[in-house]
């Protein structure tokens, strides 16, 4: 998705001046208030929001707060809260519990977008309200390694910005994240589909053998592909992708070239005339005995 010369020429303008504040702020090792506040000014300056109207600092969820919120109005004078954002210092490195607080403020509030960063790491996930609550990491960039004149950096930064959330750039990153990944590539991968097609591509390389389509299903889960990519909760979410995919696929395709019931001439013809598999199989015994 294509944003804006206005947020392109705001980030290009801005980044460069905040990738020095933050390098001079690790080095002093500012503390966890002096960070939030130049993480409110990286929101506004770079990523395009109101300092003063759409970013909320200590935003109250249940008695707790989240450290800083972006706001916008949703057109009924009212507003959506787009991100909860967990900060910590500039010098601190992010980790598992810090993100179990951000998970558990948005399950609380029903807030599916979360930032965590130290201003200068930014991870962003998005919640899934199941049952469990599971979350994907939509994206994750190191703001110092960025460069303004690249245009791949740029799109990472565009899913934060209020013109990304406003287009909804961050779905569709979210998306391609969950179907395109190394879990649903090996589901693919293994599916009947491809495993029928190499299967027949074996066939040919070897001159006709003889090849069971377990035994390729195998070769691939235990010698081609990495075995961590089939036992885990992200493999079992990719195997249940793919089989949607097949299940919709078949459904189009009946739906667009629907079967004709055959009368009884064409059942009698049909049943009595072998297939083309049934034939080659038939010969391929023949020269087997031969």
Not at 131 to 148: E, G, H, Y
Not at 210 to 221: C, F, P, T, V, Y
Request: hydrophobic fraction near 40%; charged fraction near 30%.
């Amino acid at each position: 998705m294509k944003m804006t010369k206005k947020t392109e020429s705001q980030i290009r303008a801005a980044l460069p001046k905040f990738q020095k504040v933050l390098s001079d702020a690790k080095k002093q090792d500012f503390n966890e208030s002096n960070t939030v506040d130049i993480i409110t000014d990286i929101l506004s300056a770079v990523f395009g929001y109101e300092k003063y109207s759409e970013i909320t600092r200590e935003y109250a969820i249940r008695g707790t707060y989240c450290d800083l919120a972006i706001k916008l109005e949703n057109g009924r004078k009212g507003f959506n809260v787009e991100y909860l954002i967990e900060c910590k210092s500039v010098g601190t490195e992010l980790r598992e519990p810090h993100l179990r607080q951000a998970i558990d403020y948005g399950a609380k509030e029903g807030i599916k977008w979360l930032i965590l960063t130290n201003g200068i790491d930014w991870q962003i996930y998005r919640l899934n309200f199941g049952q469990p609550i599971t979350w994907d990491r939509v994206s994750q960039f190191n703001i110092l390694q960025l460069s303004a004149k690249n245009e791949r950096d740029l799109e990472q930064l565009f899913i934060v910005t209020k013109e990304g959330v406003l287009k909804s750039a961050r779905e569709e990153v979210c998306e391609k994240a969950r179907c395109v990944n190394r879990f649903v590539i090996a589901a693919l991968l293994t599916s009947n589909m491809f495993v029928s097609m190499l299967k027949r591509e074996l066939r040919k390389i070897g001159d006709g053998i003889s090849i069971d389509e377990a035994e390729i299903a195998s070769l691939l889960r235990g010698d081609v592909l990495r075995s961590n990519l089939f036992d885990c909760e992200e493999a079992k979410a990719a195997s249940s992708i793919v089989a949607r995919h097949f299940r919709q696929a078949a459904k189009k395709a009946v739906a667009k070239n629907p079967m004709p019931p055959l009368s009884v001439a064409q059942q009698i013809i049909t049943e009595s005339v072998p297939s083309a598999d049934s034939l080659q199989q038939s010969s391929e015994s023949t020269i087997a005995k031969e």
